[in-house]
């Protein structure tokens, strides 16, 4: 496994590329777009991407559905555009992570083509086949996860859409060409990679677990504990609880660098559709568990909010209309502040809100308009408009707004976008928040900065001060004789009870959310933040 050494400065930036930017007027985002926003990327203090897949695909999943392992599809530029990118990456000190979708593949990859032909076609057991369903699992897209192949009279499994059947990991040709995709990327320079849902490569059919089957530590090993990729990093998008993030990453495994940790994301919602009362207090157990957790096992911990999977956090879990600066740079402290590695998805950085579309038209998410049409006919459409506006992964989709011009599509594109800008564009986008007094993007960058220079942020010890106070979080880095103190209120203007040591120990307020803020007065605005250091 990699030495986590030389990742722990990364702060990294997810861009989905399809919504970034535009360099050629198609109205759909490409490598080149991404290239002429390095500068701005660097300048927000990002070292690092994770670029959503850019490869062949048919697009049933937006790129999740890869066709062609080994290319780049044309929408987004070419083979050479994207090595001129990691190239300008590289130049700039920036590692590229690519994400490497391998528990399934498109049904119009070549593999999947031959293996539905026939039962004694060599590809045929590259796929998982049946004569009968084996399980009574349902797709995580809807309906059931087997579907029939009448040339071959069986059915195949799909855990996502019926166009992404899953690969046989039991077969070593399998894990085999997994391998070598993963040698074709490294060989060209990429960093490491973000794997896409790598817990459902091993399954249990018997023991009825689409999920974390029996191989699965098998399988990782095989792929990422090779000596000749060794060195680079690897996330795993695994839903782990802790002895299964241990198993994966522990320092001793041998398996991935880190994982992502879902607890956080799921607060505040019944289900994906649907949110719930909840209280701050929740978010900030959830950080303070994983920090210790990590802290006492040795472990990487990522702190991210947002991906292109889960509508706006800010919009779920802020006040994204009175407070939109006041919560978004709040929890961005939150975060940020904490030990491992932060991960920025493009657009937070400036407040970037979810839309509301009245029209199913306007969704194009396959998980969204599955979950539409299964619904439309046993569910007043009021109520099903507003679940999707909340939960569709189209929120986080939509283009990025960098200007206020709306007759340009706010600068995504020359021409028609991909998919329709987002609501609120004219008022959240890039352009008007550096205008404004309060910028979020400056205040990200001012944070990113302040971990960038301080050794103790990334590698300090995480201690939590809050000391059961609601709907606030206060805690310490600490490393030698350097360390922060951060508060954090979260919800309404109230009185913080700060700890003693904060008080005539040499502390002074280095980053705060209001100018009004009085150093050490007890009184906080809502969402008021502020960060001390000494
Ligand atoms: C997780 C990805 O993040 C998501 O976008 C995708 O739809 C599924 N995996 C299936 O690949």
């Not at 817990?199 to 000596?227: C, T």
């Not at 719930?276 to 207090?281: G, H, M, R, T, V």
């Not at 407070?323 to 937070?348: C, D, H, N, V």
């Not at 609601?470 to 310490?476: E, G, L, P, V």
Request: aromatic share 14%; proline share 4%; net charge negative.
């Amino acid at each position: 496994m990699a030495n986590r050494e030389d990742f722990l400065d990364l702060i990294l930036y997810q861009v989905y590329p399809r919504s970034f930017c535009d360099s050629n007027g198609d109205g759909i985002g490409d490598l080149n777009g991404l290239r002429s926003k390095l500068d701005y990327l660097q300048e927000l203090g990002i070292n690092g991407i994770w670029l959503s897949p850019c490869y062949k695909s048919p697009n049933y999943d937006n790129g999740y559905d890869i066709s062609d392992y080994r290319d780049i599809a044309s929408d987004f530029g070419s083979l050479q555009d994207w090595k001129l990118l990691i190239a300008d990456m590289h130049a700039r000190g920036m590692k590229l992570l690519m994400d490497l979708v391998v528990n399934h593949t498109s049904s119009e990859h070549f593999w999947f083509k031959e293996a539905r032909k026939s039962r004694d076609n060599p590809y045929h057991d590259y796929y998982i086949w049946a004569e009968k369903p084996l399980t009574d699992w349902t797709a995580v897209f809807g309906g059931s996860a087997w579907e029939y192949n009448e040339a071959t009279k069986e059915y195949y499994l799909h855990s996502f859409a019926v166009q992404q059947p899953d690969l046989n990991w039991e077969n070593p040709k399998v894990r085999k060409e997994a391998c070598d995709i993963v040698d074709f990327w490294v060989n060209l320079g990429v960093d490491g990679f973000r794997c896409d849902v790598l817990d459902f490569i091993s399954k249990d059919f018997k023991e009825d677990k689409m999920l974390n089957g029996p191989r699965l530590h098998e399988y990782i090993n095989e792929l990422f504990g090779r000596d000749k990729v060794k060195h680079i990093f690897t996330i795993g998008e695994c839903q782990s609880d802790e002895k299964s993030i241990y198993d994966i990453c522990g320092k001793d495994r041998n398996e991935l660098t880190t994982v992502f940790q879902f607890d956080h994301i799921h607060i505040g919602r019944r289900n994906k559709y649907t949110p719930q009362e909840f209280s701050y207090n929740e978010i900030r157990d959830t950080l303070v568990k994983w920090q210790d957790f990590s802290a006492k096992n040795d472990l990487l911990y990522m702190l991210f909010t947002d991906n292109h999977d889960q509508p706006y956090y800010l919009s779920r879990l802020g006040n994204d209309k009175e407070l939109r600066y006041e919560s978004a740079t709040a929890l961005a402290t939150a975060f940020y502040m904490l030990k491992g590695i932060p991960l920025i998805y493009q657009g937070q950085e400036f407040g970037s809100v979810n839309s509301f579309f009245e029209d199913i038209a306007c969704f194009n998410d396959i998980e969204t308009v599955n979950y539409f049409n299964e619904k439309v006919y046993n569910k007043p459409l009021d109520l099903l408009i507003s679940e999707i506006n909340y939960g569709s992964r189209d929120n986080t989709r939509r283009p990025i707004a960098w200007t206020n011009e709306q007759n340009n599509s706010f600068g995504f594109t020359a021409g028609k976008p991909w998919l329709q800008m987002p609501t609120r564009a004219s008022e959240v986008n890039l352009q008007n928040d550096l205008l404004s007094q309060k910028s979020i993007f400056k205040f990200y960058k001012e944070l990113l900065e302040l971990r960038k220079d301080n050794f103790v942020i990334r590698r300090g010890e995480f201690i939590d001060l809050t000391n059961g106070q609601n709907d606030c979080f206060i805690f310490k880095r600490a490393l030698d004789n350097q360390s922060f103190i951060t508060v954090c209120n979260f919800k309404n203007k109230k009185d913080i009870t700060l700890p003693k040591e904060l008080l005539n120990n040499g502390y002074s307020l280095v980053l705060t959310n209001y100018p009004s803020r009085k150093d050490f007065s007890p009184a906080f605005e809502p969402f008021e933040v502020a960060i001390y250091k000494k």
